[in-house]
T-cell receptor, first 115, second 110 residues
Framework: GAGVSQTPSNKVTEKGKYVELRCDPI?????LYWYRQSLGQGPEFLIY????????DSGLPNDRFFAVRPEGSVSTLKIQRTERGDSAVYLC?????????????FGQGTRLTVV | GQQVMQIPQYQHVQEGEDFTTYCNSS?????IQWYKQRPGGHPVFLIQ?????EVKKQKRLTFQFGEAKKNSSLHITATQTTDVGTYFC??????????FGKGTKLTVNP
């Protein structure tokens, strides 16, 4: 596609429910990042994929968060037993290759609200 | 772990004044990137710096990477209302993880 696509753009869910957020990266981009951004804050790193594997998942806050990228393209961020503190904009970014000097292209984000 | 700090958090200027935001990393960086996020938008890449002491210019924007590759700055000359937004630095250290600072929110009074 022309850019990074994230769906849904908005998601409202009840506390305790399970949600899935989808990211469609730019075609051919091997690196994919997930970030979480709260109001007035910078993007907080969650996880990074190189191809199908999670190269660095040190930013996932706890075991309720999980992400997959089974075919090295589309990625899904999964959140179990959602809490109100999970409310934020979840941003996905992709880059051509994860090496020094490669810019990240961001999607528009999914705004998650847990009520 | 790797941390990236940015100051100031907010900056309000009159149109035509200059603006500078500073970025410091707790570890040596392999590269540093700058992004701009407009209100309601997503971060958009501006530039990357790789070499120690590197200086790059984009029209009224000047980017610098420190000699020790632990700090960077963005300077905007003669701000315009179109410069409004939040400016983030983001750095890569020993891994490919791209860590963002908290950003500097710039407002410009016409």
């Amino acid at each position: 596609g022309a850019g990074v696509s994230q769906t849904p753009s908005n998601k409202v869910t009840e506390k305790g429910k399970y949600v899935e957020l989808r990211c469609d990266p730019i075609s051919g981009h091997t690196a994919l990042y997930w970030y979480r951004q709260s109001l007035g804050q910078g993007p907080e790193f969650l996880i990074y994929f190189q191809g199908t594997g999670a190269a660095d998942d040190s930013g996932l806050p706890n075991d309720r968060f999980f992400a997959v990228r089974p075919e090295g393209s589309v990625s899904t961020l999964k959140i179990q037993r959602t809490e109100r503190g999970d409310s934020a904009v979840y941003l996905c970014a992709s880059s051509l290759m994860s090496r020094v000097g490669t810019e990240a292209f961001f999607g528009q984000g999914t705004r998650l609200t847990v009520v | 772990g790797q941390q990236v700090m940015q100051i100031p958090q907010y900056q309000h200027v009159q149109e035509g004044e200059d603006f500078t935001t500073y970025c410091n990393s707790s570890t040596t960086l392999s590269n540093i990137q700058w992004y701009k996020q407009r209100p309601g938008g997503h971060p958009v890449f501006l530039i990357q710096l790789v070499k120690s002491g590197e200086v790059k210019k984009q029209k009224r924007l000047t980017f610098q990477f420190g000699e020790a590759k632990k700090n960077s700055s963005l300077h905007i000359t003669a701000t315009q209302t179109t410069d409004v937004g939040t400016y983030f630095c983001a750095g890569k250290g020993g891994s490919e993880k791209l860590v963002f600072g908290k950003g500097t929110k710039l407002t410009v009074n016409p």
